[in-house]
């Protein structure tokens, strides 16, 4: 099976809860257009039109995949939310997620306040694939003291944990600058806590979880390829060619796949497009990499 193992989709149930919201995050409609607005960034603009079920199952023909994992979008800072509000969001994610289809199935988001054993059960029972955290959950190993007990139950169920950009508790984001690019928070805050996450998970939490299956959103911030940096610093040596962590592919193209299909090998590498924050990035393993993917349909379908 040809997977895509990071998608985005607006759902009317959680763009409607959004609606709701007198208070960062939340949506307000202008025609088609649905205008996001997050703490720390400039607001951005969804074509819900383009958002319907049916013409997102219409591009996973064109994308050549047939099955899309569906995250929630962490940037938003839903998980970081006081925890009723954040299960409010999350449920309504899930609800419109579970809508559509054998086509799509979802990342499980865990709410930060209050994180519990628990809250890994209840987005499994909804059937989702996974569950998902912010990076910024993970942006030092002091964070793995109210963590341990969460992964210690991802790692006994034997299920993967997806790890995307997006803010941890109490962290604070500045405002953005009128003058700042659109790009400019993906090309910063976002790879400064992927990078942060992997070596708080690998250099650290690996030691008291060794079975955990972790699948880092946008190669990590490419921080695998920081191993010598690391290694001169005074840091641990650690195995490249880990075979519990993966890897997507979402923004990078050839030159930044291949370097670390060296890295890492190519089986840690999975097909993940980010749609609809962007489109599928040529990088010459398309076919290898949709077909890595096929584990997480096959796990979900076995897990607890």
């Given at each position: 099976?040809?997977?895509?193992?990071?998608q985005h989709?607006?759902?009317?149930?959680?763009?409607?809860a959004?609606?709701?919201?007198?208070?960062?995050?939340?949506?307000?409609r202008?025609?088609?257009?649905?205008?996001?607005?997050?703490?720390?960034?400039?607001?951005?603009a969804?074509?819900?039109?383009?958002?319907?079920?049916?013409a997102?199952?219409?591009l996973?023909e064109?994308d050549?995949?047939?099955?899309?994992?569906?995250?929630?979008?962490?940037p938003?800072?839903?998980?970081?939310?006081?925890?009723?509000e954040?299960?409010e969001l999350?449920g309504a994610?899930?609800?419109?997620v579970?809508?559509?289809g054998?086509?799509?199935?979802?990342w499980?988001?865990?709410?930060?306040?209050?994180?519990?054993p628990?809250?890994?059960?209840?987005?499994?029972?909804?059937?989702?694939?996974g569950?998902?955290?912010?990076?910024?959950?993970l942006r030092?190993?002091?964070e793995?003291?109210?963590?341990?007990?969460?992964l210690a139950?991802?790692?006994?169920?034997?299920?993967?944990l997806?790890?995307?950009?997006?803010p941890?508790l109490?962290?604070?984001?500045?405002?953005?600058?009128?003058?700042?690019?659109?790009?400019?928070?993906?090309?910063?805050?976002?790879?400064?806590q992927m990078?942060?996450?992997?070596?708080?998970?690998?250099?650290?939490?690996?030691?008291e979880?060794?079975?955990?299956?972790?699948?880092?959103?946008?190669?990590?911030?490419g921080?695998?390829?920081?191993?010598?940096?690391?290694?001169?610093r005074?840091?641990?040596a650690?195995?490249?060619?880990?075979?519990?962590?993966?890897?997507?592919?979402?923004?990078?193209?050839?030159?930044?796949?291949?370097?670390?299909?060296?890295q890492?090998?190519p089986?840690?590498?999975?097909?993940?497009?980010?749609?609809p924050?962007?489109?599928?990035?040529?990088?010459?393993?398309?076919v290898?990499?949709?077909?890595n993917?096929?584990?997480?349909?096959?796990?979900a379908?076995?897990?607890?």
């Amino acid at each position: 099976m040809r997977v895509d193992v990071h998608q985005h989709l607006w759902t009317d149930p959680l763009v409607e809860a959004l609606e709701r919201r007198t208070r960062l995050p939340f949506v307000r409609r202008e025609d088609r257009l649905g205008v996001v607005h997050v703490a720390g960034e400039t607001p951005s603009a969804v074509d819900l039109e383009a958002e319907r079920p049916a013409a997102r199952a219409a591009l996973l023909e064109l994308d050549g995949v047939e099955r899309a994992l569906i995250a929630i979008s962490s940037p938003l800072g839903i998980e970081a939310l006081p925890r009723a509000e954040a299960q409010e969001l999350i449920g309504a994610h899930l609800d419109g997620v579970t809508a559509l289809g054998e086509h799509f199935g979802a990342w499980g988001p865990l709410a930060l306040e209050g994180i519990a054993p628990a809250d890994v059960d209840a987005v499994l029972a909804r059937g989702c694939v996974g569950v998902s955290l912010p990076a910024g959950a993970l942006r030092a190993p002091s964070e793995l003291d109210g963590l341990h007990s969460v992964l210690a139950r991802i790692e006994h169920l034997k299920v993967p944990l997806f790890i995307h950009p997006g803010p941890g508790l109490a962290e604070r984001l500045q405002p953005p600058s009128l003058s700042e690019p659109l790009w400019w928070q993906a090309m910063t805050r976002y790879v400064a806590q992927m990078q942060s996450a992997w070596l708080t998970l690998s250099a650290v939490a690996r030691r008291e979880h060794p079975e955990l299956r972790v699948v880092y959103a946008m190669l990590a911030g490419g921080a695998p390829l920081l191993r010598e940096r690391l290694a001169a610093r005074g840091g641990p040596a650690l195995d490249a060619a880990g075979a519990l962590d993966f890897y997507d592919t979402s923004s990078y193209g050839p030159v930044a796949v291949e370097a670390m299909a060296r890295q890492l090998g190519p089986a840690q590498l999975l097909h993940g497009s980010d749609r609809p924050v962007a489109e599928p990035v040529a990088t010459g393993r398309e076919v290898q990499l949709r077909e890595n993917g096929a584990w997480l349909v096959r796990a979900a379908a076995v897990s607890p």
